[in-house]
C-alpha cells in the first residue's frame, strides 16, 4: 500500500543551520496496517507525514502510494489519494459553513463542482447516520454553524470528512494534542472505530506512549531521522511505557529529548 524508499530530507542545507531531518528511511505499510510513530522532538516524525502528503519533497529517495510513484507529485494532485487530520483543528473544517455544506464539500473533493449544488435529501440522511456514530449528538445539528463547535467536536467532524471517501492512506499528525485529555481519549476512540470498520490504512504520530501502545497493530520510534524501532503483532502488545522509555534512551539522537507529554497520558 505504502512504500517508502531510502528517503532523505535535509532542511536549511549548506547554511550554519542544516538539519538532517530523514536519513534513509524506508518504510512499508500493508492494507489496513494502523501505524502509531513516535519519537521526541526534532526525530522527523512530522517531517515523514509532510513529505508523504507532500508537503515537503524529499532531496532523495521514492514514495509510492497503491503502486503510484507519488514522489514528485504536487501537493494538491496527491490530495486525492488521502485523508489527513491536523493537530489544529480549526484546519480541516470552514468555521462559516455549517456541518452539512463541510461534509458535502468533502464529499465532492475530486469531482467537478458547478455553480450550483446542494445538499441532498439523501445526503442528509447519509450524513445523520454518519453523525450519530460519533456519540457527539451532531446528527442534529446539521445546519449549525461549524465555527460554534468545540475543538473536540470540530476535530471529530474533520476525521469524519478525511475518511468520508476511503482514502487510500489516513495521515493522522498529531490530531488529539490540541484537545484536553477526556476529549482526546473520545477523538482517539473515534478514530480507532472508523479505521477498523473502513479498514483503513493509517499512520497516526503522536506523542504520547501510552497512546503509541493502546492503538495500531504497529508501532515505529523515530530517532535522529530513521526509524530506530519497528515492532507489531505480539510484540506491540507487550510494551509498556517503561520499555518504550528504555528504547528511547537507548536509540535517541544527541539533540533529543523526552517531552513529558510522551510519558503522561
Given at each position: 500500500?505504502?512504500?517508502?524508499?531510502?528517503?532523505?530530507?535535509?532542511?536549511?542545507?549548506g547554511t550554519?543551520n542544516?538539519?538532517?531531518?530523514?536519513?534513509?528511511?524506508?518504510?512499508?505499510?500493508?492494507?489496513?496496517?494502523?501505524?502509531?510513530v513516535?519519537?521526541?522532538?526534532g526525530?522527523?516524525?512530522?517531517?515523514?507525514l509532510?513529505?508523504?502528503a507532500?508537503v515537503?519533497?524529499p532531496?532523495?529517495?521514492?514514495?509510492?502510494l497503491?503502486?503510484?510513484?507519488?514522489?514528485?507529485?504536487?501537493?494538491?494532485?496527491?490530495?486525492?489519494y488521502?485523508?489527513?487530520v491536523?493537530q489544529?483543528?480549526?484546519?480541516?473544517?470552514c468555521?462559516?459553513?455549517?456541518?452539512?455544506e463541510n461534509l458535502?464539500?468533502?464529499?465532492?473533493r475530486?469531482?467537478?463542482?458547478?455553480?450550483?449544488w446542494?445538499?441532498?435529501?439523501?445526503?442528509?440522511?447519509e450524513?445523520?447516520?454518519?453523525?450519530?456514530?460519533?456519540?457527539?449528538?451532531l446528527?442534529?445539528?446539521?445546519?449549525?454553524?461549524?465555527?460554534?463547535?468545540s475543538?473536540?467536536q470540530?476535530q471529530?467532524?474533520?476525521?469524519?470528512?478525511?475518511?468520508?471517501?476511503?482514502?487510500?492512506?489516513?495521515?493522522?499528525?498529531?490530531?488529539?494534542?490540541?484537545?484536553?485529555?477526556?476529549t482526546?481519549?473520545k477523538?482517539l476512540d473515534i478514530?480507532?472505530?472508523?479505521?477498523?470498520e473502513e479498514g483503513?490504512t493509517t499512520?497516526?504520530?503522536?506523542h504520547?506512549?501510552?497512546?503509541a501502545?493502546?492503538?495500531g497493530?504497529?508501532?515505529?520510534?523515530?530517532?535522529?531521522?530513521?526509524?530506530?524501532v519497528?515492532?507489531?503483532?505480539?510484540e506491540k502488545?507487550?510494551?509498556?511505557v517503561?520499555?518504550?522509555?528504555?528504547?528511547?534512551e537507548?536509540?535517541k539522537?544527541?539533540?533529543?529529548?523526552?517531552?513529558?507529554?510522551?510519558?503522561l497520558?
Open positions: 500500500m505504502l512504500q517508502v524508499t531510502n528517503l532523505y530530507k535535509v532542511f536549511n542545507k550554519v542544516e538539519r538532517m531531518a530523514l536519513e534513509n528511511v524506508s518504510l512499508s505499510l500493508g492494507v489496513g496496517d494502523f501505524v502509531t513516535i519519537g521526541g522532538n526525530a522527523g516524525k512530522s517531517t515523514l509532510n513529505c508523504v507532500g515537503y519533497p532531496d532523495s529517495g521514492s514514495i509510492n497503491d503502486s503510484i510513484d507519488v514522489t514528485r507529485m504536487q501537493e494538491y494532485k496527491r490530495a486525492k488521502l485523508g489527513r491536523f489544529d483543528p480549526m484546519r480541516g473544517t468555521g462559516d459553513m455549517n456541518i452539512e458535502a464539500l468533502a464529499k465532492r475530486g469531482q467537478h463542482r458547478g455553480l450550483s446542494g445538499v441532498t435529501s439523501k445526503e442528509r440522511i450524513y445523520r447516520h454518519l453523525l450519530k456514530s460519533l456519540d457527539l449528538g446528527e442534529d445539528r446539521l445546519t449549525s454553524k461549524v465555527g460554534l463547535l475543538g473536540g470540530r471529530a467532524l474533520t476525521l469524519l470528512m478525511a475518511t468520508l471517501k476511503n482514502p487510500k492512506l489516513l495521515l493522522l499528525d498529531e490530531h488529539t494534542a490540541a484537545l484536553d485529555p477526556r482526546a481519549k477523538v478514530s480507532d472505530y472508523i479505521i477498523r483503513l499512520m497516526m504520530v503522536t504520547n506512549m501510552r497512546d501502545i493502546r492503538y497493530n504497529r508501532l515505529i520510534m523515530m530517532s535522529g531521522g530513521s526509524i530506530a519497528d515492532v507489531s503483532g505480539d502488545r507487550k510494551l509498556t517503561e520499555d518504550l522509555l528504555r528504547l528511547f537507548k536509540a539522537g544527541k539533540e533529543e529529548d523526552i517531552p513529558d507529554r510522551m510519558i497520558g
